[in-house]
């Protein structure tokens, strides 16, 4: 039977970062769950080239886990769109090891429901590499293993993109810097970890992936507004930690085939303290836990991957500052996040592909937002 690759867009910062929900931070697209359809591990010497889409539109406001309903009938609520884009090169050096690439691309807004005036901001996030490998061979492993990746990323997306509004206040035309949650970059270098497990059970493949960003900077050096610095500690965006977890199984549809069948749960998210450094600086943390099915069709080297995450629980958690200031902001989450995959396997030599064991089925608003 077919082996599936859960969708894989490597949780990789910046805009490429994780991104978790809305007004916390929504860049990332998923992770990998067991070998490709039918495909088998990467042999040594393969390519991997990924395009994934991920889109969101958040507007309901958290405060710990208690939605702040009335937010929307005063229609104060902001809403944040964000559409992402993760371009991936995957290089397999040998059998165990190999390299990933990731570039973002964000195309993302937000606006508050009362507001006259809507923010923008687009343009490539922060770039990633990271290096993977299996924990045993997978010559001799092909119904179960683990992989592990470490790399880095690079603040090559802009922290500081600003628009030029008017608020028809009386006050004319001015500039102001976006929200964090819709700025391509994070502003700070990072060190990404990535695991990707899966195990093959009768007629199923269960899967475990994730990712995780360290930033062992404290906070960026972009001012948030000319009102911020009133108050010092949020006065500058954090550059914050970021991750994303995934668990399922995939079951393959035997009526049609390359078709697969997925569904699992995504928890993705800011925490309150970094794994490195201090946690200051202003920040939205939280998670959201969603229910995630899916399907993945694989046909001659092409991989498509469709998946919709509906939001089960979310929680907007008190940040360093909340906590030293006696405060606790909100933070606007979505209710669905749409994901959408392709990816094709370039074999230089197809005779030198391993396959695949084919016994068994085989991937934020008040003063806060």
Request: glycine content about 10%; charged content about 15%; overall charge neutral.
């Amino acid at each position: 039977m077919a082996k599936i690759l859960f969708a894989f867009a490597l949780l990789l910062p910046a805009a490429a970062s994780l991104y978790g929900q809305g007004c916390i931070i929504a860049r990332s697209n998923g992770e990998a769950g067991g070998p490709e359809s039918q495909g088998g591990y990467l042999s040594d010497g393969e390519w991997d080239f990924g395009i994934s889409y991920r889109h969101q539109f958040s507007f309901r406001h958290f405060v710990g886990p208690t939605e702040q309903v009335y937010r929307m009938q005063q229609g104060t609520e902001v809403m944040n769109k964000i559409n992402l884009m993760n371009y991936t090169v995957a290089y397999q050096a040998t059998p165990r090891f190999g390299i990933t690439a990731d570039i973002p691309v964000l195309l993302a807004s937000r606006r508050s429901n009362n507001s006259a005036y809507t923010t923008t901001s687009q343009g490539i996030g922060d770039t990633s590499f990271v290096a993977t490998g299996w924990l045993w061979d997978p010559r001799e492993n092909t119904r179960g293993n683990i992989q592990f990746g470490i790399g880095a990323s690079f603040p090559t997306g802009k922290d500081n993109v600003s628009n030029v509004v008017d608020a028809f206040d009386g006050k004319g035309p001015r500039t102001i810097v976006d929200d964090y949650s819709i700025q391509p970059g994070t502003g700070g270098y990072g060190i990404v970890f990535t695991w990707n497990s899966y195990k093959n059970i009768p007629g199923n493949q269960l899967y475990f992936s994730g990712s995780y960003l360290a930033t062992p900077q404290n906070h960026s050096n972009v001012l948030r507004s000319a009102t911020a610095s009133a108050q010092p500690l949020t006065a500058y965006n954090s550059i914050s930690d970021e991750y994303l977890m995934e668990a399922g199984v995939a079951h393959p549809v035997h009526k049609v085939h390359g078709l697969t069948a997925l569904f699992g749960l995504r928890d993705e998210g800011v925490p309150a303290r970094d794994l490195f450094g201090d946690s200051l600086g202003f920040r939205r943390p939280g998670f959201a836990i969603s229910l995630e099915p899916g399907v993945e069709y694989y046909h001659n080297g092409n991989i498509f991957t469709i998946q919709i995450a509906r939001a089960i629980y979310r929680d907007r958690t008190r940040s360093v500052p909340d906590v030293m200031l006696g405060t606790h902001g909100d933070a606007a989450f979505a209710d669905w996040v749409w994901l959408a995959s392709w990816q094709f396997r370039y074999k230089p030599d197809r005779h030198t592909h391993m396959p695949a064991d084919r016994s068994s089925a085989t991937k934020q608003t008040s003063s806060h937002s």
